[in-house]
Structures are given as structure tokens and as C-alpha cells.
């Protein structure tokens, strides 16, 4: 009987044992994979560049006073500075850094301009962010104004339209150096349009 309890408290202890070392086996696979994943630092340092580039190359322009409200950033007209690029639909992305120095953000969007017979507005969305790349809120706009959306809604464009100005910067690098690219002058100027004054 004892021989017999043994037996079965060893096996015990033998199991659990297995156990263990199956799990710390894990670990460093679990550490190595983290490694591998994106960190917040390295697109925090690309969007840190971007707002650099926009800062020196972007057009001077401002935020109507209710946007730069509904965003939190004041409830004046904000200063900025902005480069836009219209995309083949006539959408135009936009990056858009606060130049005030007590109201910091960074404004992203993608507005279509609509032209009916009583006014031109537009229509589409805009994403507060700052250096850290992270979502601070997300607005619809329309015809009828601007309204807080959940930011799950939009999170997806919101990655996309990050990732389209850091693959813009990187085009554009090379000549940011020497002198600013007439193309870029011109679409920053063109997307004035779109932007909701």
C-alpha cells in the first residue's frame, strides 16, 4: 500500500514537473515574438519625423474654430501647418500639426469636397493623434457639421492614413534636403479645398 502511494505521488510530482518545463520553455519564444512585433518607440520616432517634415514644408493654414473644439484643442480658429495629397478619387489626405504652442496635436484626414448649388463643404473623417501615434478621437464630417464617432469605428483608416504619410516621407526625403518638391507645393496648396474652413 505505501509502495503503491509512492508510486502515485511521484507520478504526480513527474506530471507537474513536465508541466513546468513545458512552460518555461515557452518563455523565451513568448519574449522573442515580442521582440519581432512593432513598438510603440519605433512608430512613435516615424511619426515624429513626419510631423518634422510638415513643420518645415507644410502650407500655413488654420482649423475652423468648431472643429478645433470638438477636438479639444480650443475654441479658436487653430494654426497649423499642412501637407495634403488628393488620391484619385478626389478624396485628399491630410497631416496637420498644431503650431500653437499651448494647444499640441496632430489632425489627420480624409475629406472629399462636395459643390452642390448653396455651398461647398465636406465630407469624411478626421483623427486627433500626437507625436505617440496614438488615437486621441475621431469625427465624422458632413455636410451638417462635425460629430464625435466611437474611435474603434475608424481605427483601421486611421492606421491606413498613418502609414500613407510615413511612406510619403520616406518618398519624399531625399528632396525635402535640397529643396522642396514643387509636386508637394502644389497638392498642398490644392488640398486647401478640402480642408473645412
Same mark, same amino acid.
Given at each position: ?80 501647418? !499642412?501637407? #495634403?495629397?488628393? &488620391? %484619385?478619387?478626389?478624396? /485628399? ?10 494647444? $499640441? =496635436? ?64 520616406? !518618398?519624399? #526625403?531625399?528632396? &525635402? %534636403?535640397?529643396?522642396? /518638391? ?10 486647401? $479645398? =478640402?480642408?473645412?474652413?
Amino acid at each position: 500500500m505505501l509502495h503503491a502511494v509512492l508510486t502515485l505521488l511521484l507520478a504526480r510530482v513527474w506530471h507537474h514537473s513536465k508541466l513546468l518545463f513545458a512552460a518555461l520553455a515557452l518563455i523565451p519564444v513568448a519574449l522573442l515574438a515580442q521582440g519581432l512585433a512593432p513598438t510603440p518607440h519605433s512608430e512613435q520616432a516615424e511619426l515624429f519625423k513626419v510631423e518634422e517634415w510638415v513643420l518645415s514644408q507644410g502650407a500655413a493654414e488654420s482649423i475652423a474654430p468648431e472643429l478645433a473644439a470638438i477636438f479639444g484643442l480650443g475654441s479658436d480658429r487653430l494654426p497649423v501647418r !499642412v501637407t #495634403s495629397f488628393r &488620391t %484619385t478619387g478626389g478624396i /485628399s489626405y491630410a497631416f496637420a500639426v498644431s503650431t500653437n504652442p499651448t494647444q $499640441k =496635436g496632430i489632425v489627420l484626414s480624409a475629406l472629399k469636397t462636395i459643390a452642390d448649388k448653396m455651398k461647398i463643404y465636406s465630407v469624411g473623417t478626421a483623427w486627433l493623434t500626437d507625436r505617440s501615434g496614438i488615437l486621441r478621437r475621431t469625427i465624422a464630417v458632413d455636410a451638417s457639421g462635425a460629430r464625435v464617432l466611437p474611435d474603434s469605428s475608424r481605427a483601421a483608416a486611421f492606421k491606413n492614413i498613418k502609414a500613407f504619410f510615413v511612406k510619403k516621407l520616406q !518618398v519624399a #526625403s531625399p528632396i &525635402t %534636403t535640397s529643396s522642396p /518638391s514643387p509636386r508637394i507645393s502644389a497638392t498642398a496648396a490644392g488640398g486647401k $479645398k =478640402g480642408t473645412k474652413q
